[in-house]
T-cell receptor
Framework: DAGITQSPRHKVTETGTPVTLRCHQT?????MYWYRQDPGHGLRLIHY???????DKGEVSDGYSVSRSKTEDFLLTLESATSSQTSVYFCAIKPGQGTDTQYFGPGTRLTVL | SQQGEEDPQALSIQEGENATMNCSYK?????LQWYRQNSGRGLVHLIL?????REKHSGRLRVTLDTSKKSSSLLITASRAADTASYFCATDAWLISSGSARQLTFGSGTQLTVLP
């Protein structure tokens, strides 16, 4: 998994509670991404980061926020979880200029009851 | 909206046969990538083909790209039971919503089952 870890790997929570997912990388790559994967939809980009404190929205950013205060960590926060956010969340990194391949973490399965 | 769409959604073949998956997309791209996902795991990059390339090989994988038709195909030759997985195409392109970086947009995948 290219030195990428995600925590927690599984989480069950209730509607309305805040949830934070963490992505950690060990190789100081510049670009980091958060995707969600749902049946029939493939992966959809939520937010991405192109450097410390530099983030931008993806295709499905509503209801999510992110932060990147250190190169190695990219946090995804659901301020008030809803059942529609039940999904598998994947973090990915891209090493940088000259490399277009993304490397994915193992995923976090989130269930919102 | 999704840029890439795979066809078929599911494919079942016997070990030793070839597997072909197709991907269609809508807009201009910088490159197209294929990824594999085993059940319960993250995605693993297989191969990348740039917009100025027409064919690329990697081991038992052969990828073609037709930018005039906005389509790509992934061929896995002499398939093995271990090739059983979901396969996704992803297009790398500048999107209106992307801000300062190109984005990968994934299709919904082809589920390949290779029977021993």
């Amino acid at each position: 998994d290219a030195g990428i870890t995600q925590s927690p790997r599984h989480k069950v929570t209730e509607t309305g509670t805040p949830v934070t997912l963490r992505c950690h990388q060990t190789e100081n790559h510049r670009y980091m991404y958060w995707y969600r994967q749902d049946p029939g939809h493939g992966l959809r980009l939520i937010h991405y980061s192109y450097g410390v404190k530099d983030t931008d929205k993806g295709e499905v950013s509503d209801g999510y926020s992110v932060s990147r205060s250190k190169t190695e960590d990219f946090l995804l926060t659901l301020e008030s979880a809803t059942s529609s956010q039940t999904s598998v969340y994947f973090c990915a990194i891209k090493p940088g200029q000259g490399t277009d391949t993304q490397y994915f973490g193992p995923g976090t399965r989130l269930t919102v009851l | 909206s999704q840029q890439g769409e795979e066809d078929p959604q599911a494919l079942s073949i016997q070990e030793g046969e070839n597997a072909t998956m197709n991907c269609s997309y809508k807009t201009s791209i910088n490159n197209l990538q294929w990824y594999r996902q085993n059940s319960g795991r993250g995605l693993v990059h297989l191969i990348l083909i740039r917009s100025n390339e027409r064919e690329k090989h990697s081991g038992r994988l052969r990828v073609t790209l037709d930018t005039s038709k906005k389509s790509s195909s992934l061929l896995i030759t002499a398939s093995r039971a271990a090739d059983t997985a979901s396969y996704f195409c992803a297009t790398d392109a500048w999107l209106i919503s992307s801000g300062s970086a190109r984005q990968l947009t994934f299709g919904s995948g082809t589920q390949l089952t290779v029977l021993p």
